[in-house]
């Protein structure tokens, strides 16, 4: 919610407001309690509320009172700015993380950065009640500034799809992708942006016959 105000004017002014309902933040919450548990039973929530005084407290105590459901799920709250810092510093203490889509879309990027190159990072938006459709794609989006050279990295469309495999019921053949990729980068082949010479199609190539040399697995799907 927003608009910009007498443009062109000396009093011109921009309004950015952030809007967060009691329905929106607990359907990301209760998504993310329930990964947690399936995981390390570790979340951590990212917030600001020593800063952004209305939404960040209302954040904070819904955060909380969900996890009252939850008591078998570790829970931590760190404020942004000192998050991003313990992204880089320890990162391996962090497994599931939630938070509001600003400061989401910073620590995916972010994340991405750390372990290479935003180029193997996937992204899903999901609707949690499978009402809906939801969409899987790579957070880097088209690449325009390297688009027709032929060495964008195609892993974070294939890990995307590995997602969207996972989410339809195919988990043993999202594994296998992941895999697959996980054999291609030990071996060396990589695109420019993780210090290799492979273009996309040769790294694609690689995931194809990686997966297609692993051995077949019951239920996988493939």
Do not use: C
Request: aromatic share 6%.
């Amino acid at each position: 919610m927003g608009g910009r105000l007498y443009r062109g004017t000396s009093r011109e002014m921009a309004v950015q407001e952030a809007v967060f309902t009691r329905a929106g933040v607990e359907q990301v919450m209760r998504y993310a309690y329930n990964l947690a548990r399936t995981r390390r039973g570790d979340l951590a929530s990212a917030t600001k509320s020593n800063g952004i005084i209305h939404t960040m407290p209302f954040w904070d105590e819904l955060f909380r009172e969900i996890g009252g459901d939850y008591p078998d799920v570790k829970t931590r709250e760190y404020h942004i700015d000192a998050l991003v810092g313990l992204f880089v510093l320890d990162p391996r203490r962090f497994d599931v993380v939630v938070a509001s889509n600003l400061f989401g879309d910073i620590l995916t990027d972010l994340g991405a950065a750390i372990v290479g190159s935003i180029g193997i990072a996937p992204s899903a938006n999901l609707n949690p009640e499978r009402r809906h459709p939801s969409m899987f794609e790579p957070v880097h989006g088209s690449a325009p500034d390297i688009a027709g050279q032929g060495i964008a990295n195609p892993l974070g469309q294939i890990w995307s799809g590995a997602l969207m495999l996972d989410h339809l019921g195919h988990s043993a053949a999202a594994a296998e992708v992941v895999d697959a990729m996980e054999d291609v980068l030990a071996g060396g082949t990589r695109t420019p942006d993780l210090g290799g010479t492979a273009t996309t199609a040769q790294v694609t190539a690689a995931v194809r016959d990686a997966l297609a040399s692993r051995p077949l697995e019951t239920g996988s799907g493939r």
